[in-house]
């Protein structure tokens, strides 16, 4: 079973690495991009926003991993009150995706209509609010769990 869990992190870890190093190299085009047009029209502005560029790469990433949330095992790189039993890291990993997803999903929305430093202030909200709020339901489910088992 230990040996399934990994496997399983692993798999979301090598998601999370591919989707990062896929974040970063397209983030890198568009910095050497706007360099080169600056450097050729002789201009001292730059002519693309790279703060909304990486919210906006930040907000598909996030979308991209509260997808493989559901999917992973019960493991113990993350999870406190979830890792209770395989119901609480269902439920807890479950909202925590949903919250993910919504966080990234707003942050892509906002940064269409916001420059580049609102884009980015908002996506920190966004993604503290979004685990608060799996941290909470999280320790709801645990003390329902502990409440059903007679433990509380």
């Given at each position: 079973k230990e040996q399934l869990e990994a496997k399983s992190a692993a798999k979301v870890l090598s998601i999370v690495g591919l989707s990062q190093a896929v974040m970063?190299?397209?983030?890198?085009?568009?910095?050497?991009?706007?360099?080169?047009?600056?450097?050729?029209?002789?201009?001292?502005?730059?002519?693309?926003?790279?703060?909304?560029?990486?919210?906006?790469?930040?907000?598909?990433?996030?979308?991209?991993?509260?997808?493989?949330?559901?999917?992973?095992?019960?493991?113990?790189?993350?999870?406190?009150?979830?890792?209770?039993?395989?119901?609480?890291?269902?439920?807890?990993?479950?909202?925590?995706?949903?919250?993910?997803?919504?966080?990234?999903?707003l942050t892509i929305i906002t940064t269409v209509f916001a420059n580049g430093i609102i884009s980015t202030i908002l996506m920190l909200v966004y993604i503290i609010l979004a685990s608060v709020i799996a941290v909470i339901y999280s320790k709801k489910e645990f003390d329902i769990e502990r409440k059903k088992e007679g433990l509380s």
């Open positions: 970063f190299g397209i983030m890198h085009y568009f910095i050497l991009y706007s360099s080169y047009v600056q450097a050729s029209t002789g201009g001292s502005k730059s002519t693309i926003d790279i703060a909304k560029v990486s919210c906006i790469l930040c907000g598909i990433m996030f979308v991209v991993l509260g997808n493989f949330m559901t999917k992973a095992k019960k493991n113990s790189v993350v999870g406190v009150w979830s890792m209770h039993n395989d119901n609480t890291w269902r439920k807890s990993n479950l909202i925590g995706a949903i919250c993910i997803i919504c966080a990234g999903l």
